[in-house]
T-cell receptor, first 113, second 110 residues
Framework: EPEVTQTPSHQVTQMGQEVILRCVPI?????FYWYRQILGQKVEFLVS????????KSEIFDDQFSVERPDGSNFTLKIRSTKLEDSAMYFC???????????FGDGTRLSIL | LAKTTQPISMDSYEGQEVNITCSHN???????ITWYQQFPSQGPRFIIQ???TKVTNEVASLFIPADRKSSTLSLPRVSLSDTAVYYC???????????FGTGTRLLVSP
């Protein structure tokens, strides 16, 4: 069964540095998402992306964050000037249409020191 | 968005049927009920979605009474590998922005 793959599985970064989290959505999917889950807390929606533009973003997704689909297969989340509170699991998801369930990757654990 | 309430945790034993109930008193007419499962260190995984009465797939059943103010996810004959967090989501049925609550942590013991 096709999967959403995320790399790296664990990223350790110094506070203030930039980090890029990478995702390869399922190949025929058209909608892409990022979520995050701080340890012990809820899964929180960050952003949705369709047709090369952001469809919706949460208030968490401020100017520090950006997303990009640089080619036909990758979907990236960039976090500029990371803060301690950015430490979390970041999940990428995709679906072929808005009426189809989202498929999630296994996440990238981001640790900010 | 309709608020959902689920038990924080449940315990069961292998081979038992597990029923997890979710309350959603303010569910809107066009809202659907969707359940996701999350294993430790993994992303959520879609289990089932329904609007009314009963829906069944190879993994679970979803029971929704006529007033739709609650729903019950039924897992038949659980195994140790069913230990996970189960989330009840209520929304317009589209799979765009998913809003997760705190979920129910199910622990299945031998």
């Amino acid at each position: 069964e096709p999967e959403v793959t995320q790399t790296p599985s664990h990223q350790v970064t110094q506070m203030g540095q930039e980090v890029i989290l990478r995702c390869v959505p399922i190949s025929n999917h058209l909608y892409f998402y990022w979520y995050r889950q701080i340890l012990g807390q809820k899964v929180e929606f960050l952003v949705s992306f369709y047709n090369n533009e952001i469809s919706e973003k949460s208030e968490i997704f401020d100017d520090q964050f950006s997303v990009e689909r640089p080619d036909g297969s990758n979907f990236t989340l960039k976090i500029r000037s990371t803060k301690l509170e950015d430490s979390a699991m970041y999940f990428c998801a995709s679906n072929p249409g808005e009426d189809q369930p989202q498929h999630f990757g296994d996440g990238t654990r981001l640790s900010i020191l | 968005l309709a608020k959902t309430t689920q038990p924080i945790s449940m315990d069961s034993y292998e081979g038992q049927e597990v029923n997890i109930t979710c309350s959603h008193n303010n569910i809107a007419t066009n809202d659907y009920i969707t359940w996701y499962q999350q294993f430790p260190s993994q992303g959520p995984r879609f289990i089932i979605q329904g609007y009314k009465t009963k829906v069944t797939n190879e993994v679970a059943s979803l029971f929704i009474p006529a007033d739709r103010k609650s729903s019950t996810l039924s897992l038949p004959r659980v195994s140790l590998s069913d230990t996970a967090v189960y989330y009840c989501l209520v929304g317009d049925g589209s799979f765009q922005k998913l809003v997760f609550g705190t979920g129910t942590r199910l622990l299945v013991s031998p």
